[in-house]
């Protein structure tokens, strides 16, 4: 009865470490986008700001003026309580401020930036705590790598230079950086679990 209590449990540790490694699979697709949007910034920062607010801006005016359309259509019995109108010429309203006062909303995008890149941090001394628990072994840089990328998100939330081509430049580098030690880290947690699933299963056999 012990024996088989304690197997059960392996196969459920098991079993939360294969899931654990489908839950990291979503970590490299934020990596990649992280990679992305880091070497565009990096590249052409005002223009991509420039391009990602008119963009924004673009959808929320066609959205806007659609829900109009639709209010208009439609038969008035459809649109009691609905709003319709409202929420049309609210999102109007909304896509046409994103033109007008494009310099103040790219006034912001650092401040984004700089929380995407905190919250990526903290799910970065996630995943390095989850590999020490794991396997203590090479570790170490990992919790040290997301305690930097925090302090560097916190950092570009404070942002005390302003918005400037450099600060964007930099942001998309600390991106980027962020993204390629997300995939780094994210092959060395799974060769973890990959490794000490073996070391379960064996002891199973």
Known sequence: MFFKSKAKKRKEEIDELKELKGIKLQSVLIAILFILLGLV????PLGVTRTICYTIGSIILCAGVVFI???LVSDYKDNIKKNKLVIGIALTIIGILFFILYRLIVSVIPTVIGVLIFINGLTKL????????????????????????????????????????LVLR????????SGITDLVSFVI????????????????Q
Do not use: C
């Not at 930099?170 to 950086?177: E, F, W, Y």
């Open 170 to 177: 930099v942001l998309g580098v600390i991106l980027m950086i």
């Open 126 to 165: 996630q995943t390095a705590l989850d590999a020490r628990r794991i396997n203590k072994d090479k570790s170490l840089w990992m919790i040290i790598m997301a305690i930097v990328v925090i302090l560097a998100g916190a950092f570009a939330i404070i942002n005390p230079f302003g918005v400037s081509g």
């Open 69 to 71: 359309i639709i209010y």
């Open 41 to 44: 910034l990096a590249i052409n």
């Open 189 to 204: 947690l799974n060769k973890k679990i990959k490794d000490h699933i073996k070391d379960m299963e064996a002891l199973e």
